[in-house]
């Protein structure tokens, strides 16, 4: 049977809250004094996202509309252009609005877009505040250089990332002398 407008309508949000995960760990942020915020190359984030479908895949999915939640379970992949992220399972939360309110990727998290990858057993996405946070042995890498640490937080209304405890960064020029640099 086909699913409801309102199903349909969380079908769409719920896509889109991937697209924004998978976009936050990709998108190019501008820090003039060269850290680790001024990582990524400025072609990951290009005019396509958002314009391309988003297509979802699992062994299962769990939608319940009293409370407001979702879950896909099982061979999670989430693909939108060259944007990619698997995981064990991907759930969420929605408004009253049908606005995304949190979304949580768990179990060997991979995501990755052009030559920038990000890796850890949990990645969500807070839409009230717009912050990603990678947790339990997260990594982000661009061409050879990677940034690791215990926790690792991208803000994205305020064009910033932050690494928490035990930080680790190793920087490795590309052949033309640019620092392929990690997010």
Avoid: H, W
């Avoid at 998978?22 to 190019?28: H, K, N, V």
């Avoid at 999670?76 to 995304?100: A, F, H, I, W």
């Avoid at 998290?109 to 947790?135: P, R």
Wanted: with cysteine; hydrophobic share 35%; aromatic share 6%.
């Amino acid at each position: 049977p086909k699913p409801s407008s309102a199903a349909s309508d969380v079908y769409k949000r719920q896509a889109l809250a991937c697209a924004i995960l998978i976009s936050s760990l990709a998108f190019a942020q501008n820090n003039p004094t060269g850290s680790m915020a001024n990582m990524m190359d400025s072609k990951a984030f290009d005019d396509s996202f958002g314009k391309l479908p988003t297509n979802i895949t699992s062994d299962s999915l769990t939608f319940n509309a009293k409370d407001r939640v979702f879950s896909y379970v099982g061979n999670v992949q989430v693909t939108q252009g060259d944007m990619r992220l698997t995981s064990k399972t991907l759930e969420g939360t929605y408004s009253e609005k049908n606005e995304l309110l949190k979304l949580v990727a768990k179990g060997d998290v991979f995501i990755s877009k052009q030559d920038i990858q990000a890796t850890g057993q949990i990645a969500s996405y807070d839409a009230v505040a717009a912050i990603v946070t990678l947790t339990e042995n997260p990594q982000l890498q661009q061409k050879e250089s990677i940034l690791r640490a215990d926790k690792i937080k991208i803000f994205l209304n305020e064009n910033r990332s932050q690494a928490e405890g035990d930080v680790r960064v190793t920087f490795v020029n590309s052949k033309d002398g640019n620092p392929g640099m990690p997010s």
